[in-house]
């Protein structure tokens, strides 16, 4: 009795361990067992934390200092690079976010309606530039042209953004570099 007893406890304590002993590598094989698909190697907790770093802090200061220093809608080069930037840095974010949930480890932008709404911000620059790129115009009674349209697009982006970050700062979440 005592013999089945010992084994019974050594197979619960085992179990239980396993559990609760799960690290990133364990959660990340088993996402990928469960979702059917194999993650890259380079893609861990880190490189999305440093991911999403970069993004809040260079990537958002270089769209600022092109939109207020270099944007201009006669140079189409420059509106396809910005596009293609920021489309390059929507992919990773999106592939850190799926990866984040996969493991069980949360969304990219803390929740689901800040990461749609940065997303929705991003997609709404991507599109405008695009039209642009194409040769679309505006002009509206009110004075509007294409400069400020596109304007008040980067100007959402940029603000959702620095939000976020902002609540990040006061939870003690983010730490600049």
Not at 126 to 143: A, F, P
């Amino acid at each position: 009795m005592k013999k089945s007893l010992s084994v019974c406890l050594l197979v619960l304590i085992t179990i239980a361990n396993a559990a609760v002993g799960c690290d990133e590598q364990c959660l990340k094989e088993k996402a990928e067992v469960k979702a059917n698909i194999s993650f890259p190697t380079y893609l861990t907790w880190k490189h999305c934390d440093d991911t999403i770093v970069d993004f809040m802090s260079s990537s958002m200061d270089s769209l600022d200092k092109y939109r207020n220093q270099h944007f201009d809608t006669r140079y189409k080069g420059g509106m396809r690079n910005i596009k293609h930037y920021i489309v390059q840095r929507k992919e990773w974010l999106q592939e850190c976010d799926n990866y984040l949930q996969l493991t069980g480890k949360g969304r990219i932008f803390d929740n689901k309606k800040t990461t749609n709404q940065i997303f929705a911000s991003m997609d709404a620059v991507t599109k405008e530039l695009d039209d642009l790129i194409s040769g679309v115009t505006y002009s509206s009674e009110m004075g509007q042209d294409s400069s400020s349209i596109i304007n008040e697009r980067f100007e959402k982006l940029l603000i959702n953004v620095d939000e976020h970050k902002t609540l990040m700062h006061l939870k003690g979440r983010y730490v600049t570099r």
